[in-house]
């Protein structure tokens, strides 16, 4: 099954929320023919689009192709949300690659999050940044661990910008009796994904940038100037960057066999208005649940409630998406039971075994990163930016990112659909536990 085209139409973008309140981009034209470039970049998310535009303001010529439109994938249709910290946390981090290398991995993290509001600052992209993210926790008896990393981080780390929420507190922050409690980061954030995206894309174009859509790459070689293949043309450069993520098919078997694509769900009310949806997220923060199959949500600029979740056991979206992920928002928000569903869309994300992302060298001058496992936004933007040192010839942090590899997925990419119902059919036993 091709991810590009099995949920999506050939050439449009999700009806989504985050869609509709975007300013759209002119269409690319499609590749022909034979072009050279220094750089090939394939996949116009946040990690080829930020990959691209660093290239190019270091002054190389960059080709970018993307199969459907910039922005189209998970890179589009997320849930906005900047977290801190690595996707795996820090005690367990230290567990499994050292406390110094854990460290570094932090200081990484940290500078994800920089990396996308220096981007959103230095290109000017409208996306609608606001600080803050709650981590809600659903059971008692996770709450300790909750409060002891925050601590954690506090005193080993000197973070400084979480606090722990007890019952009470989270019930004012969140309006709902769901949670007994959790953290607020206010070092993190969230944004419209759309938005940022397109910016990005803007800013590549306006630094040089060729971008082709409507140009899926069908393969490359591996050889002094790779060559990547598309239905009516063909790029040579000097490096090749592969960035689809969770929509790569089999264009690389050594990164599917480590990156699993998996299904995620969101709905947007209508606008509830500023009383209504204030008593629901009174500050204007984001909140991620502790559900193996995560909860997110948010208050969109105009007052609707942003919900993300409900489990996917295949790769075909569902008939009724908004079903899928309003079953899971009334059970945190009741009182929101006649609230219209003016939107409903689905994405695929990417995830690997141990929850870190996947920064591979297929060869010497082919780079890949991708398996963000939910925590993109900031990762796949820094991504880029590691990405084009490397290139440059400083591959420390890419080195770095490489110590956390992630080992593969049974049975490779044969096994991805059922290995995916079974897992998610375990998680979400457990998460009803």
């Avoid at 790029?235 to 694509?261: E, T």
């Avoid at 909860?295 to 008939?319: L, Q, T, V």
Wanted: aromatic share 10%; hydrophobic share 45%; net charge positive.
């Amino acid at each position: 099954m091709d991810l590009l085209y099995a949920n999506d139409q050939p050439g449009q973008y999700p009806q989504s929320y985050w869609a509709s309140v975007a300013t759209p981009m002119a269409p690319f034209p499609p590749l022909k023919g034979e072009v050279r470039a220094d750089i090939c970049v394939v996949g116009a998310g946040f990690t080829g689009l930020s990959s691209a535009l660093h290239l190019a303001e270091a002054g190389y010529s960059v080709v970018l192709l993307e199969a459907q439109r910039v922005g189209f994938g998970a890179s589009g249709r997320n849930g906005g949300q900047v977290g801190s910290g690595q996707r795996v946390e820090q005690d367990d981090l230290e567990k499994m690659v050292g406390e110094g290398k854990a460290r570094a991995l932090w200081d990484i993290a940290e500078a994800s999050k920089a990396c996308v509001k220096s981007l959103i600052k230095k290109h000017d992209i409208a996306c609608d940044w606001r600080d803050g993210i709650i981590h809600a926790e659903l059971k008692p008896k996770h709450l300790h661990h909750s409060f002891a990393y925050a601590e954690f981080l506090q005193s080993r780390y000197g973070y400084g910008a979480i606090s722990a929420l007890d019952g009470e507190a989270i019930r004012q922050h969140t309006g709902t009796n769901a949670y007994c409690g959790g953290t607020l980061d206010m070092g993190a954030g969230h944004l419209n994904p759309q938005k940022y995206v397109l910016g990005l894309a803007r800013a590549a174009q306006k630094a040089g940038v060729v971008i082709y859509e409507g140009s899926k790459a069908l393969s490359f070689s591996q050889a002094a100037r790779p060559v990547v293949a598309t239905a009516d043309g063909r790029v040579s450069a000097d490096f090749l960057v592969l960035a689809g993520n969770g929509y790569m098919g089999g264009l690389s078997r050594k990164v599917a066999r480590r990156v699993m694509p998996i299904n995620n769900f969101i709905i947007a009310t209508e606008p509830l208005g500023e009383a209504m949806a204030k008593s629901l997220i009174a500050e204007d923060v984001a909140v991620a649940d502790s559900k193996f199959v995560v909860n997110y949500f948010k208050r969109s600029a105009d007052n609707r409630m942003i919900f993300g979740g409900g489990e996917s056991y295949g790769y075909r979206f569902p008939a009724n998406i908004a079903a899928k992920a309003q079953k899971p928002m009334l059970e945190i928000f009741p009182q929101l039971a006649g609230a219209k569903i003016d939107y409903a869309w689905g994405g695929t994300l990417a995830i690997t075994m141990n929850r870190m992302p996947y920064f591979a060298r297929l060869a010497p001058n082919i780079l890949s990163a991708s398996g963000y496992s939910g925590h993109g936004v900031a990762m796949a933007s820094l991504a880029g930016e590691i990405i084009a040192e490397t290139v440059r010839g400083t591959a420390e942090r890419f080195d770095l990112m490489m110590a956390s590899t992630p080992l593969p997925f049974p049975g490779g990419p044969a096994l991805r659909s059922p290995l995916l119902a079974l897992a998610m059919s375990y998680y979400a036993l457990r998460d009803r536990i």
